[in-house]
Each structure stands twice: as C-alpha cells, then as structure tokens.
C-alpha cells in the first residue's frame, strides 16, 4: 500500500516537472509569444519626457506619452538603493536573477495550491522584466506562464547587465502613480526636488509606494503612506541598513511632502500648450543621428524657453489678488435678486456659476519676439481655453492703430480735431458720445488719444480713410477682416491678446513686426544641442521710425494724464511707459496695453459670456479691471532694479527733427460760433455711409459719473 502511495506520488511530482519543464521549454521558444533578444534587452530605452525649462533654468512642465526622466547611477543616493533591495529583494545581490527560495515558494504555494496570497516572490530583474514588457493574458494559464516568461528575461537581463545597471533601470521604469514613472518624477511630483535630494524618509516614502501606488499615495492617502513609510524603514533596519534605533527615531518623524504637479497646476501650462505646437514643428526639421524622426514626448529633450519665471510669477500673483477681488465683486453684483432676474433674462440655462471673470495676458521683449510671461487663463484644469487667443472687441485699445495710421499718412501730433456733436445717418441718426458727454472745441491728434475722446477719434476717422487704416491693419497682422464702418474709430474690431501684443510690439521696437518665439534652444537627455534660436533683428518694417517714436510719446502721455495715469498714482509704477486702456460695449470686456522699448505687455479681462459683466465703469472699465493687472505686475518688477533692468528700457528720445511735435495744448476752444453750436447742442450730419451699426463709447473710463446714452444697438435690435 505505502509502494503504491508512493509511486502515485512520484508519478505525480515527475509529471508535475515534466509538465513545468515544458512549459518552459514551450515558453522559451515563443508558443506564448516571442520574447526579446540579446540586441532588444541592450537597446531597450524607456520612453522619457521632455522637460520644459525657463529661461534661467527653473523647470517649468513636462511634456510626455509617460511622465518620465531618466537618471544615471551617479545620480541615485545609496539609501534610495538600501531602501528598495531591504523592501523588495533582500537577497538582489546574491541571486542571477531567479530567487530559488521564491521559485519554490510560487511552486508550491501560488501554482499548486492556488494562494495569490503567498506573494509572487518576484525579484527586482524579475520586476523590471515586468515593468518592460507588461503582461499579456493567457486564459488559465496567465500566471504561471507570466512567472516564467519574467524569470526567463530576467535571467538574460542579469547576463547583459550589472546589478547597478539593473537597479538603475529599475527605478526608472517602475510606476508611482497619477502618470508618473521613475524615482525621478516621482521625486519631483511629491516632494519638489530631485531624487539626488531625497532624504531616508522621503525615500521610503516612495519605495512604499512599490506596494500599491495608488494606496500609499503620500497626497492622496497620507496616513497609508505614512504607516508604510515606516514598514520600509523597518527592514531598512533590519537588513542592517540602518543603524540600531533609527528606524524607530526616524518613524516619529511626520510626513511632509511638497507636492507639484507642473503639468497641469505649474506656473506656466498655458504656456506649455504653446511651446509644445512650437517645437514640434521645429523638430519637423532635424533629423535624428540615426536619421529617424525626433519624438517629443518619449526622446527625453530638454527644451529652453524664453519665459522669465520670475515674471511670470509676478503676473500670477496679480491674477491671485486682484482678480480674487473684482471676483466677488460680479458674484456680489449678480448674487441678489435684481441681479439674479436680469441673469436669467439674457438666458434661461446660465446661472451664477457661469459669472466667473476671465483673463490672458502676454508680455513679450518687442526686440526679439521673445515671450517672456503667458497667463492664459486662472486655472488651467478647469479652464484650459487659452485666453490669450481668444478674440474679443478692442473698444478703445484699437484707437492707437488708428491713431498710427494718421501719423503714418502724415498727419501732426498737433493736428486739431473737432469735438462738435456730429450725427451719422442711417442708424436713427447715431451720434458717438465721449465719455463725460462733453463737446465743442479742438483736441489735439496727442490730446484726443491721452483722453480716449470719442467724437474727435471718429472725426480722424474720416480724415484718414478706411483704405489707408485697413493697410496699417494688416501690415501689424490683425487677422480678422475690418468693414469700413465710422463704428470702427471706437473699436468694434476684434482681436485676441496675442495679435493686440504683436501690434503694440511695432510702436515700440521703431516700427518692425516682430514674430512671437517661445523656444531658445532644444538639447538631447545627454546635453547635445540640436537647436537654437538666433533671435535674428526683426527685418519687416510696417511703420516708420518717426511715427513709432511720436506714437510712443504720446501714449506716455496718455498713461501720464490720461486714462492710465493710475499705473504711478494708485499703484506706484516709477518707470515710463506708455500704454492705452479699453472698454467694450457695456463692460463685456476690459483691455489694457502698455510697452517701453524692453517688454510689451497686455491684458484683457471679461466673462466667458460676454452678456455677463459689470455694471458700471468703477469695476468694468479699462483702468479698473485690466490695467491694475499690468501694474501691480509692473510694481513688482520694479522692486529688484537688477532683474528689472532686462525689461525696464529708456525710451528713444524725440530727434532733432521732432523736438516739439508734442508741444500744443490738448484743447482749444473754438470761436464765438463753436460755443454757440456747443450751447444748443446742435449736432452736425455726417454724409456716410455706415454698412454696420455704430458703437458708441461707454462711460467707462469717465472720471466721473455721467448719465449714460442709449445704446444704438438697443434701438437697433427693438427694430428688429
């Protein structure tokens, strides 16, 4: 009986080792799929993200198909390496790959006996095998063949291979979770530095993570994270890692982490959509050594830019502080009941979720195109539309293209420009209003503009004729067309940040288009060059010299004493500038735009709904909801005169020939018949023809309160 016993046994156990031999066997020679060669192990690369740069240096994004960065050994502290052999293999560095101990054990136990209880038993090479080529399915038979298709690698991995080698590739593949692969980006997501930075702690953190990186979440589940932290530290101490006690003193320790997530919360990913279009069709061009095609989001690239982190930090703090008050403001506004009924009237299905104050800004050297800060929106997660390309009304930050445009032609600085009340026929006898309802009298080309007047803006219109305006237009590479329309002097043109910032760039560079660039060089993972921008002088003149220098002039004056003199008054910016506020039709959007020969800046904000705005010019105008962004930033700047110097330039002083181009007085009142015309308010026609209706200035910018006119548009759409 015990004979037969025993031979049912052996038979049993001899099948057993046959039918795994087999399997092996079966295995080896691909019947479950090839596995990789000698030459595929040598020339595996991980996939590796690019990794986006300031221009001084400061990592900004990651661009990436798997948030990755490869390191090298030199760059892995020792404890990194005690930690992950303690937690995950003990006995890495006496084994070639397959751990007998846990071959038996996943025999016996996982096999036979079907406990996924008992652990795989997997070595790092095994893990790393894993982490390589994944896992495929394979009905009933998944695990084990799984098993031996990693042991296999595994095995071929420690022939071709060193342990430090292995280790390296290790922690270079492994996964830590929210996308992210390698101790290297895992470093840097949780705790801000770089795994050379890594303290025990903060390593164990991370090596716990191996267990389950979605449970030890050190953002999302601290305190799993925290208790595993200490298992790591644990059996650091125990495989003698550690000194007696340290664990445990180490253990008391609480968890800190600086979590970053550049990606999608950094100060720049607005900015990091637009350097991802750039250097892609940059990399169009260059050919990699081995003549294939560049990858941006696997190569591994490092790609500097032309941002200035400290600028562009500058700008997020004003969006943080002023915007989070204009913010309450329009929900205050509409979080009442007069304010709630008229939400519902202009549309059924908007609610106070739908009031949230929008903004982009741009800032860029007007020299070489060089963008140096890019907001395009408050919050890229749940606001990713870009709001710096987003296309609005101008309102009155479209006057200085015409105002240009009367330079260029000819036209003085001290050209008067009558302020008698006019009417257009056509549109019940439109008749543009400025701002505080004054008329009669001459402004000067420099007074009108400082001021923003109205009816002297559209009287230059018709003076300078929409042939000659629509060449300027394009020339400064406006993309939406312009229709011949008196409406057009007070701004009903649209265009997006970027274009307005293109526009104003030519004022202040002496009259050259300038073509926004937001790379500065792109280098291989090794540090090879294999792009940079000249940042060549612009060579497209639009304008002229002159007019670029009187333009600039006297938009000084209008940030002086016109609608942007609160820049130094309320916000105490010292250096000159020169720049032009804007209002579209009922607040729907506020515009800001200032230059100095070193950085061109500009800004608009309004609701992603343009029925949604304020109500009045103290929170909607120009000067109080889009210029303070620009300021505040502008204030900042100035506190470290250095650092500032690279954006703060002197303006080109008027030559020879120009001294006193400037010197008339804003206005002058007309003669005894003027005043009469002024007294009766009597309007003078206008014989022309409008093909679109007319948009008369708000009382936006006024400097003080003024009955407003009815809108043209309003008569307009009761007609309809």
Same mark, same amino acid.
């Given at each position: 009986?015990k004979k037969r016993l025993f031979r049912f046994l052996f038979v049993?156990?001899?099948?057993?080792?046959?039918?795994?031999?087999?399997?092996?066997?079966?295995?080896?020679?691909?019947?479950?799929?090839?596995?990789?060669?000698?030459?595929?192990?040598?020339?595996?690369?991980?996939?590796?993200?690019?990794?986006?740069?300031?221009?001084?240096?400061?990592?900004?994004?990651?661009?990436?198909?798997?948030?990755?960065?490869?390191?090298?050994?030199?760059?892995?502290?020792?404890?990194?390496?005690?930690?992950?052999?303690?937690?995950?293999?003990?006995?890495?560095?006496?084994?070639?790959?397959?751990?007998?101990?846990?071959?038996?054990?996943?025999?016996?136990?996982?096999?036979?006996?079907?406990?996924?209880?008992?652990?795989?038993?997997?070595?790092?090479?095994?893990?790393?095998?894993?982490?390589?080529?994944?896992?495929?399915?394979?009905?009933?038979?998944?695990?084990?063949?799984?098993?031996?298709?990693?042991?296999?690698? &595994?095995? $071929? +991995?420690?022939?071709?291979? *060193?342990?430090?080698? !292995?280790?390296? /590739?290790?922690? @270079? %593949?492994?996964?830590?979770?929210?996308?992210?692969?390698?101790?290297?980006?895992?470093?840097?997501?949780?705790?801000?530095?770089? &795994?050379? $930075? +890594?303290?025990?702690?903060? *390593?164990?953190?991370? !090596?716990?993570? /191996?267990?389950? @990186? %979605?449970?030890?979440?050190?953002?999302?589940?601290?305190?799993?994270?925290?208790?595993?932290?200490?298992?790591?530290?644990?059996?650091?101490?125990?495989?003698?890692?550690?000194?007696?006690?340290?664990?445990?003193?180490?253990?008391?320790?609480?968890?800190?982490?600086?979590?970053?997530?550049?990606?999608?919360?950094?100060?720049?990913?607005?900015?990091?959509?637009?350097v991802k279009a750039e250097v892609k069709k940059i990399l169009k061009?260059?050919?990699?050594?081995?003549?294939?095609?560049?990858?941006?989001?696997?190569?591994?690239?490092?790609?500097?830019?032309?941002?200035?982190?400290?600028?562009?930090?500058?700008?997020?703090?004003?969006?943080?502080?002023?915007?989070?008050?204009?913010?309450?403001?329009?929900?205050?506004?509409?979080?009442?009941?007069?304010?709630?009924?008229?939400?519902?009237?202009?549309?059924?299905?908007?609610?106070?979720?739908?009031?949230?104050?929008?903004?982009?800004?741009?800032?860029?050297?007007?020299?070489?195109?060089?963008?140096?800060?890019?907001?395009?929106?408050?919050?890229?997660?749940?606001?990713?539309?870009?709001?710096?390309?987003?296309?609005?009304?101008?309102?009155?930050?479209?006057?200085?293209?015409?105002?240009?445009?009367?330079?260029?032609?000819?036209?003085?600085?001290?050209?008067?420009?009558?302020?008698?009340?006019?009417?257009?026929?056509?549109?019940?006898?439109?008749?543009?209003?400025?701002?505080?309802?004054?008329?009669?009298?001459?402004?000067?080309?420099?007074?009108?503009?400082?001021?923003?007047?109205?009816?002297?803006?559209?009287?230059?219109?018709?003076?300078?004729?929409?042939?000659?305006?629509?060449?300027?237009?394009?020339?400064?590479?406006?993309?939406?067309?312009?229709?011949?329309?008196?409406?057009?002097?007070?701004?009903?043109?649209?265009?997006?940040?970027?274009?307005?910032?293109?526009?104003?760039?030519?004022?202040?560079?002496?009259?050259?288009?300038?073509?926004?660039?937001?790379?500065?060089?792109?280098?291989?993972?090794?540090?090879?060059?294999?792009?940079?921008?000249?940042?060549?002088?612009?060579?497209?003149?639009?304008?002229?010299?002159?007019?670029?220098?009187?333009?600039?002039?006297?938009?000084?004056?209008?940030?002086?004493?016109?609608?942007?003199?609160?820049?130094?008054?309320?916000?105490?910016?010292?250096?000159?500038w020169a720049g032009k506020t804007g209002t579209s039709q009922n607040?729907?959007?506020?515009?800001?735009?200032?230059?100095?020969?070193?950085?061109?800046?500009?800004?608009?904000?309004?609701?992603?709904?343009?029925?949604?705005?304020?109500?009045?010019?103290?929170?909607?105008?120009?000067?109080?909801?889009?210029?303070?962004?620009?300021?505040?930033?502008?204030?900042?700047?100035?506190?470290?005169?250095?650092?500032?110097?690279?954006?703060?330039?002197?303006?080109?002083?008027?030559?020879?020939?120009?001294?006193?181009?400037?010197?008339?007085?804003?206005?002058?009142?007309?003669?005894?018949?003027?005043?009469?015309?002024?007294?009766?308010?009597?309007?003078?026609?206008?014989?022309?023809?409008?093909?679109?209706?007319?948009?008369?200035?708000?009382?936006?910018?006024?400097?003080?309160?003024?009955?407003?006119?009815?809108?043209?548009?309003?008569?307009?759409?009761?007609?309809?």
């Amino acid at each position: 009986m015990k004979k037969r016993l025993f031979r049912f046994l052996f038979v049993i156990i001899l099948t057993g080792i046959l039918l795994f031999v087999a399997l092996i066997l079966l295995i080896n020679y691909g019947a479950f799929g090839s596995l990789p060669n000698k030459a595929d192990l040598q020339n595996y690369k991980n996939k590796s993200a690019a990794l986006i740069l300031a221009d001084g240096g400061e990592l900004i994004g990651k661009i990436f198909a798997e948030n990755r960065t490869n390191i090298v050994y030199n760059q892995v502290p020792e404890h990194v390496i005690n930690a992950l052999v303690a937690t995950e293999d003990a006995r890495f560095f006496r084994h070639e790959g397959i751990d007998s101990r846990s071959v038996l054990r996943v025999v016996f136990k996982t096999l036979l006996l079907s406990n996924r209880e008992s652990g795989g038993g997997s070595t790092i090479s095994q893990q790393l095998a894993k982490n390589m080529y994944g896992r495929q399915k394979h009905g009933w038979l998944t695990m084990p063949i799984t098993k031996i298709r990693e042991a296999l690698i &595994a095995r $071929q +991995l420690e022939k071709i291979y *060193t342990k430090d080698e !292995i280790l390296v /590739l290790y922690l @270079n %593949t492994v996964a830590f979770g929210e996308n992210i692969y390698g101790i290297e980006a895992a470093a840097r997501r949780y705790f801000n530095k770089t &795994a050379m $930075q +890594l303290n025990i702690q903060e *390593t164990a953190v991370l !090596i716990g993570m /191996l267990k389950g @990186n %979605t449970l030890y979440n050190p953002h999302r589940n601290p305190e799993n994270a925290l208790a595993r932290r200490n298992v790591v530290l644990a059996q650091m101490e125990k495989y003698k890692y550690l000194k007696p006690g340290e664990a445990e003193e180490l253990s008391k320790l609480p968890l800190i982490i600086d979590y970053a997530n550049p990606e999608s919360e950094g100060p720049a990913a607005y900015f990091i959509v637009r350097v991802k279009a750039e250097v892609k069709k940059i990399l169009k061009d260059l050919a990699r050594p081995d003549g294939g095609v560049w990858n941006l989001e696997e190569d591994g690239l490092i790609v500097k830019t032309t941002m200035n982190l400290r600028l562009q930090k500058q700008v997020l703090q004003a969006y943080k502080e002023h915007l989070g008050v204009m913010q309450k403001r329009l929900r205050s506004q509409y979080n009442n009941p007069d304010g709630l009924r008229s939400l519902k009237a202009i549309n059924d299905s908007l609610d106070l979720a739908d009031v949230v104050l929008h903004a982009g800004l741009m800032a860029m050297d007007p020299s070489t195109g060089a963008i140096k800060a890019w907001a395009g929106g408050i919050n890229y997660q749940t606001n990713p539309y870009d709001q710096i390309m987003a296309r609005r009304q101008l309102a009155s930050a479209f006057k200085p293209i015409l105002y240009t445009t009367a330079i260029e032609t000819g036209i003085s600085p001290c050209h008067y420009l009558d302020n008698k009340p006019i009417e257009i026929p056509g549109f019940d006898d439109w008749s543009p209003g400025n701002y505080d309802n004054s008329t009669g009298g001459w402004y000067s080309l420099s007074g009108a503009l400082a001021k923003s007047m109205n009816i002297p803006t559209v009287n230059l219109y018709r003076e300078v004729g929409f042939s000659s305006l629509s060449d300027i237009w394009e020339k400064m590479g406006f993309s939406f067309d312009i229709d011949d329309n008196p409406s057009l002097a007070l701004g009903t043109a649209e265009a997006s940040v970027y274009e307005l910032t293109i526009a104003y760039a030519s004022l202040a560079n002496g009259g050259y288009k300038i073509d926004p660039k937001s790379i500065i060089s792109i280098s291989t993972a090794e540090g090879k060059t294999i792009y940079e921008n000249t940042f060549s002088p612009p060579a497209d003149r639009i304008i002229s010299e002159n007019t670029s220098i009187l333009m600039s002039a006297m938009l000084q004056k209008a940030v002086r004493e016109g609608t942007g003199a609160t820049m130094a008054s309320v916000y105490g910016v010292t250096s000159a500038w020169a720049g032009k506020t804007g209002t579209s039709q009922n607040y729907s959007d506020a515009w800001f735009g200032a230059f100095n020969p070193g950085l061109v800046i500009v800004t608009r904000v309004g609701a992603a709904v343009p029925a949604i705005h304020f109500n009045q010019g103290s929170n909607g105008a120009g000067s109080t909801l889009a210029l303070p962004l620009v300021a505040m930033t502008l204030n900042r700047l100035e506190s470290n005169p250095v650092e500032a110097a690279d954006f703060i330039k002197p303006f080109t002083p008027l030559p020879e020939d120009l001294i006193g181009a400037l010197d008339c007085p804003d206005f002058r009142q007309g003669d005894l018949l003027d005043k009469m015309r002024s007294i009766f308010d009597k309007k003078v026609k206008v014989d022309t023809e409008v093909k679109k209706l007319a948009e008369p200035k708000p009382a936006a910018e006024a400097p003080k309160a003024v009955e407003k006119r009815r809108s043209i548009f309003d008569i307009f759409k009761r007609k309809k």
